[in-house]
């Protein structure tokens, strides 16, 4: 019998976790990375006798493929991926071919912001109940989980990206969180298209599936009315009382599913600020679905740690405190950290602008912040946007010097904020790298 052949193009965590799977499923396998794979993942490719290069696509290898997954980091537009859509091979995402090969319930979350803190805290109020698995864009390949763990459960942090290759991808629960512009430039600068690819998560899904939204967000609702779809709708809303789903009622999170109710108080939520109400209707609706106990559910929200490089308090220095929300990659992410600081503050922004529109922002720079730091290769629209906003504003290519700017301007009890609004590719390897110099710099002084 002929080998499917199986072309993975990029070899980083979804690409090689992708090839291991699809070798053990009997694919012919070959990787191909544009850029350099690390050496961590040449040495799984090795170890596995999996062919692959690096640096370069040589065509007469890729386009024989029966099928393709492309890591979500590239875009359609570049000439390999369009070469091989005309050549009518399929083109599919890390997630539409791992689920092929898994029959463990899937939990997928997509949204603007909130994605990384909405799956790890479902994963919490999960883990101790049920067997599950934490992927996506986080941690372990989703490919490679189903591979070597074969969970009965998976939830799975789902981008636009990885949304937009898929054909079959189904989740059990489809949890969408918020949608704001980001990434527009992957879109050709139309929001609607970008409001289209977060709606991808519902297509396949039917009555006995379930989606949970938020209905304060205008753009889920407006989109739902126009375009309906046929999952069973959980709401979840800080501003109205919902019949089934999830509502803020004083200071109580109310969850109803099928007359089945559960009650918890949001002033022991270990997580702080009005957005994580919001990840904590949404997680908790998820687990009252899937049968958790309404005293796990409640316990594990009190004692979540949060998510590193997201409103992550860094250390104290004479009384003021260094927060690191390196994971805020778009404005509307900075607006919930601006939002929940409650006392003046030291602004670190700036990196790769997608297109930013930063007035959603200028009432809380005008409220709250102080000085703001501009960190990135080109700051031109930061400093003419909030230059007549603050009373110091500077910039910087160096994560330490805009540290040691920030801790020259901080007051006792003032905040030093590294939110920057944009991407960290000007500077940085990614925003990890980007959160832990914040960090190592602040730890320097």
């Not at 193009?9 to 976790?17: K, N, T």
């Not at 890390?94 to 909405?118: L, M, P, Y």
């Not at 005008?366 to 909030?386: H, P, R, S, W, Y």
């Amino acid at each position: 019998m002929i080998k499917q052949r199986l072309v993975v193009l990029g070899g980083g965590e979804s690409g090689v976790g992708t090839a291991l799977l699809g070798l053990d499923r009997g694919f012919e396998v070959f990787v191909s990375d544009k850029g350099k794979i690390k050496e961590v993942y040449k040495q799984v490719l090795i170890n596995n006798e999996i062919e692959w290069e690096d640096e370069t696509h040589t065509e007469s290898k890729i386009l024989n493929a029966d099928l393709v997954m492309k890591s979500p980091g590239i875009p359609d537009k570049v000439a390999m991926v369009m070469a091989i859509r005309a050549n009518g091979i399929p083109v599919v995402s890390e997630i539409e071919f791992a689920a092929a090969f898994t029959d463990g319930t899937i939990v997928g979350i997509t949204g603007s912001n909130g994605k990384t803190t909405t799956a790890s805290l479902t994963y919490h109020l999960l883990k101790n109940d049920l067997n599950v698995g934490l992927a996506g864009n986080i941690g372990d390949s989703f490919a490679k989980q189903v591979l070597e763990h074969n969970y009965e459960n998976y939830v799975l942090e789902i981008s636009s990206f990885q949304l937009d290759d898929i054909i079959d991808f189904k989740p059990k629960i489809a949890v969408l969180l918020n949608i704001t512009p980001d990434h527009l430039d992957r879109y050709d600068y139309e929001f609607e298209k970008y409001i289209r690819s977060k709606f991808r998560i519902a297509m396949n899904q039917s009555k006995s599936d379930y989606l949970i939204y938020d209905a304060d967000d205008e753009v889920i609702t407006n989109h739902l009315k126009k375009h309906p779809v046929q999952s069973t709708l959980l709401p979840f809303s800080l501003e109205k009382p919902v019949g089934n789903g999830a509502y803020l009622d004083n200071d109580e999170i109310k969850i109803t599913i099928n007359n089945n109710k559960i009650v918890m108080p949001t002033t022991k939520l270990a997580l702080e600020g009005k957005h994580n109400i919001k990840n904590a209707m949404a997680a908790s609706t998820v687990a009252h679905l899937l049968k958790i106990r309404k005293q796990t559910i409640r316990e594990s929200l009190e004692n979540f740690q949060g998510v590193e490089h997201r409103l992550e308090q860094v250390l104290k220095i004479n009384k003021v405190q260094y927060i690191n929300d390196s994971k805020a990659t778009n404005v509307n992410a900075t607006y919930y950290a601006l939002e929940s600081m409650d006392a003046p503050t030291v602004w670190i922004v700036g990196g790769v602008d997608k297109g930013n529109n930063y007035e959603e922002l200028f009432s809380f720079v005008n409220e709250k912040v102080k000085a703001i730091i501009c960190l990135g290769v080109d700051n031109e629209k930061l400093m003419q946007t909030f230059g007549n906003m603050v009373d110091v504003i500077v910039e910087t290519q160096f994560m330490s010097e805009a540290v040691k700017i920030a801790y020259k301007l901080a007051e006792s009890g003032d905040n030093v904020l590294l939110s920057p609004a944009c991407a960290s590719f000007d500077l940085f390897e990614n925003y990890e790298d980007r959160g832990r110099q914040f960090k190592e710099s602040v730890r320097n002084l």
